[in-house]
């Protein structure tokens, strides 16, 4: 049997994704011991390995208490310092975590942090991609540059339509909030807009999404396109100039939005 992602829910928008595979369980980004704690219990599953993106609180906060009664491995951004970290990667690195098949390749995807990492699983079609990219956005600039997380995305962008997008935050209606203000005469992003607002009234998750999705509604992976670039070049003059620009007005919009 196949691991299968479940999202564990954690802080106050936060989801920490678990992959099973029969009664063993991995981890990513577990900014809270207890929600993974109460899971694994729930589930009758022992916790046989931890991944990890970036170093922020709200994603490795968890670590040294599941590691407290834990001898298990660590695998986390070679450029940050991660609690327990036993494992640290960069760009092109193949590891298969403990405890489930999986073979995950390493992309460096600086921008939200200047080592953030994402795990990308070729043969099942999945992303683990953090704070980096989110269904319908992209993470703040807490220490990268424009220039860096518009490469990271592109990247990103660049893998199978079909890839899902398992992101860390609950954040999709308002990336679609404010992609709708954007560009509202785009029928991709007021289709979805809705769709997400049914969901959220209903309390469902939204994610995981899909990279075809993102690249049809997300407004961070379509700065090359004419309308995004009107919409950027009314809101501050010059932001037309390159895809490069347009992205960087987006997130700086998007950050008073």
Same mark, same amino acid.
């Given at each position: 049997m196949l691991p299968s992602p479940t999202a564990i829910p954690a802080f106050k928008d936060n989801y920490i994704w678990a992959m099973r595979q029969g009664d063993r369980c991995v981890v990513v980004d577990p900014g809270d011991a207890a929600p993974?704690?109460?899971?694994?219990?729930?589930?009758?599953?022992?916790?046989?390995?931890?991944?990890?993106?970036?170093?922020? #609180?709200? /994603?490795?906060? !968890?670590?040294? *208490?599941?590691?407290?009664?834990?001898?298990i491995p660590v695998y986390g951004?070679?450029?940050?310092?991660?609690?327990?970290m036993t494992h640290p990667l960069v760009e092109g690195d193949t590891i298969q975590p403990a405890g489930v098949d999986m073979n995950l390749t390493v992309?460096?995807? #600086?921008? /939200?942090?200047? !080592?953030?990492? *994402?795990?990308?699983?070729?043969?099942?079609?999945?992303?683990?991609?953090?704070?980096?990219?989110?269904?319908g956005g992209c993470g703040r600039l807490f220490e990268g540059t424009p220039e860096q997380m518009h490469d990271s995305l592109q990247r990103l962008a660049s893998l199978p339509a079909k890839t899902l997008v398992f992101c860390t935050h609950e954040y999709t209606l308002a990336n679609l909030t404010f992609a709708a203000a954007v560009t509202p005469d785009d029928d991709a992003v007021i289709e979805r807009l809705e769709t997400v607002r049914q969901a959220r009234?209903?309390?469902?998750?939204?994610?995981?999404?899909?990279?075809?999705?993102?690249?049809?509604?997300?407004?961070?992976?379509r700065a090359h396109e004419p309308a995004l670039k009107r919409a950027c070049e009314a809101r501050e003059s010059g932001a037309s100039a390159s895809d490069m620009q347009c992205f960087a007005t987006l997130r700086r919009w998007k950050d008073n939005f």
């Open positions: 993974v704690e109460q899971f694994l219990k729930q589930n009758g599953l022992r916790l046989t390995s931890i991944l990890v993106t970036h170093d922020h #609180p709200d /994603h490795v906060g !968890g670590i040294p *208490a599941l590691l407290k009664e834990r001898d951004p070679a450029r940050e310092t991660i609690p327990g992309m460096e995807v #600086p921008g /939200h942090t200047l !080592g953030h990492i *994402a795990f990308h699983e070729a043969g099942l079609g999945w992303l683990f991609c953090g704070d980096t990219l989110f269904a009234e209903a309390g469902q998750i939204t994610l995981p999404s899909t990279l075809e999705e993102e690249t049809r509604s997300n407004p961070f992976l």
